[in-house]
C-alpha cells in the first residue's frame, strides 16, 4: 500500500518556467490538498478537492492551479513560477470526516532561481 | 479566524528526560486537535488527536496530549525521551479545508 506518492522530490526551476508536482493517493479518499511548507511557518494550505472535478481555493491559492480529474490524482500547476515560490510542497488526502488525520506524502523540495 | 501557536522554535532535552511541548490555539467552536511528527525528508504523520471525549488522549510512540479547553492549549508530552524522537512536531486545529498549522517545535535529543 503506497499512500500518497509524489513526484519528483527535487526540482530547481529558473523564474518564468512552469512545472506540474504530481500528487497520487491509492487509499480511494475523497479529498486531498496541497500546502506548502516554509521555514519557521506551518503548513498553509494552496487548494483542496472534495471529489474528481471539484476543487477550491486555499489559503494562499495565488500562482498555482489544480485540477481532478480522477480519485487518485491531484496535481498542482505552477505557472510562471517566481522566487517566492521556492518551499517544500506537500501533498495530502482524506477519507473526509471532519475529525480524520491527513496522510502526507514525502514532499517535493522546489527551488526558484 | 482560527489559528495555532507553538511559543518554542526549538527544545533540547536529554535521552530519558521527559518532554513537553506547546500549543495554544483560538477556535471559534469546539476544536478539533491534532499533533503531527516530521521526520527529516518525510511527510508528516499523525501522532494523536482530539476532537470529544477524555480531555488526555493516547497516541502512537508512547505520546499523550492534554486538552484544556480554559487554558485553550492542547500540550504534548512524553515521559521518556528517545533519540529516535528527534524531529519537528507540529501542532493543528480544525478540519478538511479549514485546518491551521502551528510553526513547528524542533526536538534535539542529546545522548
Same mark, same amino acid.
Given at each position: 500500500?503506497? *499512500?500518497?506518492?509524489?513526484t519528483?522530490?527535487?526540482?530547481?526551476l529558473?523564474?518564468?518556467?512552469?512545472? &506540474?508536482?504530481?500528487?497520487t493517493?491509492?487509499?480511494?479518499?475523497?479529498?486531498?490538498?496541497w500546502?506548502?511548507?516554509?521555514?519557521?511557518? *506551518? +503548513?498553509?494550505?494552496?487548494?483542496?478537492?472534495?471529489?474528481?472535478?471539484?476543487?477550491?481555493?486555499g489559503?494562499v491559492?495565488?500562482?498555482?492551479?489544480? /485540477?481532478? /480529474?480522477? &480519485?487518485e490524482?491531484?496535481?498542482?500547476r +505552477?505557472?510562471?513560477?517566481?522566487?517566492?515560490?521556492?518551499s517544500?510542497?506537500?501533498?495530502?488526502? /482524506?477519507?473526509?470526516?471532519?475529525?480524520?488525520? +491527513?496522510f502526507?506524502?514525502?514532499g517535493?523540495?522546489? /527551488?526558484?532561481l | 479566524?482560527?489559528?495555532?501557536?507553538?511559543?518554542?522554535?526549538?527544545?533540547?532535552v536529554?535521552e %530519558?528526560?521527559?518532554?513537553?511541548?506547546?500549543?495554544?490555539?483560538?477556535?471559534g467552536?469546539?476544536?478539533?486537535? =491534532?499533533?503531527?511528527?516530521?521526520s527529516?525528508?518525510? %511527510?508528516?504523520?499523525?501522532?494523536?488527536?482530539? =476532537?470529544?471525549?477524555?480531555?488526555?488522549?493516547?497516541?502512537?510512540?508512547?505520546?499523550?496530549?492534554? =486538552?484544556k479547553? $480554559?487554558? $485553550?492549549?492542547?500540550?504534548?508530552?512524553?515521559?521518556?525521551?528517545?533519540?529516535?524522537?528527534?524531529?519537528?512536531?507540529?501542532?493543528?486545529? %480544525?478540519?478538511?479545508d479549514?485546518?491551521? =498549522?502551528?510553526? %513547528?517545535?524542533?526536538?534535539?535529543?542529546?545522548?
Amino acid at each position: 500500500n503506497a *499512500g500518497v506518492t509524489q513526484t519528483p522530490k527535487f526540482r530547481i526551476l529558473k523564474i518564468g518556467q512552469s512545472m &506540474t508536482l504530481q500528487c497520487t493517493q491509492d487509499m480511494n479518499h475523497n479529498y486531498m490538498y496541497w500546502y506548502r511548507q516554509d521555514p519557521g511557518m *506551518g +503548513l498553509k494550505l494552496i487548494y483542496y478537492s472534495v471529489g474528481a472535478g471539484i476543487t477550491d481555493k486555499g489559503e494562499v491559492p495565488n500562482g498555482y492551479n489544480v /485540477s481532478r /480529474s480522477t &480519485t487518485e490524482d491531484f496535481p498542482l500547476r +505552477l505557472e510562471l513560477a517566481a522566487p517566492s515560490q521556492t518551499s517544500v510542497y506537500f501533498c495530502a488526502s /482524506s477519507y473526509g470526516s471532519s475529525n480524520e488525520k +491527513l496522510f502526507f506524502g514525502s514532499g517535493t523540495q522546489l /527551488s526558484v532561481l | 479566524a482560527q489559528s495555532v501557536t507553538q511559543p518554542d522554535i526549538h527544545i533540547t532535552v536529554s535521552e %530519558g528526560a521527559s518532554l513537553e511541548l506547546r500549543c495554544n490555539y483560538s477556535y471559534g467552536a469546539t476544536p478539533y486537535l =491534532f499533533w503531527y511528527v516530521q521526520s527529516p525528508g518525510q %511527510g508528516l504523520q499523525l501522532l494523536l488527536k482530539y =476532537f470529544s471525549g477524555d480531555t488526555l488522549v493516547q497516541g502512537i510512540k508512547g505520546f499523550e496530549a492534554e =486538552f484544556k479547553r $480554559s487554558q $485553550s492549549s492542547f500540550n504534548l508530552r512524553k515521559p521518556s525521551v528517545h533519540w529516535s524522537d528527534a524531529a519537528e512536531y507540529f501542532c493543528a486545529v %480544525g478540519a478538511r479545508d479549514d485546518m491551521r =498549522f502551528g510553526a %513547528g517545535t524542533r526536538l534535539t535529543v542529546k545522548p
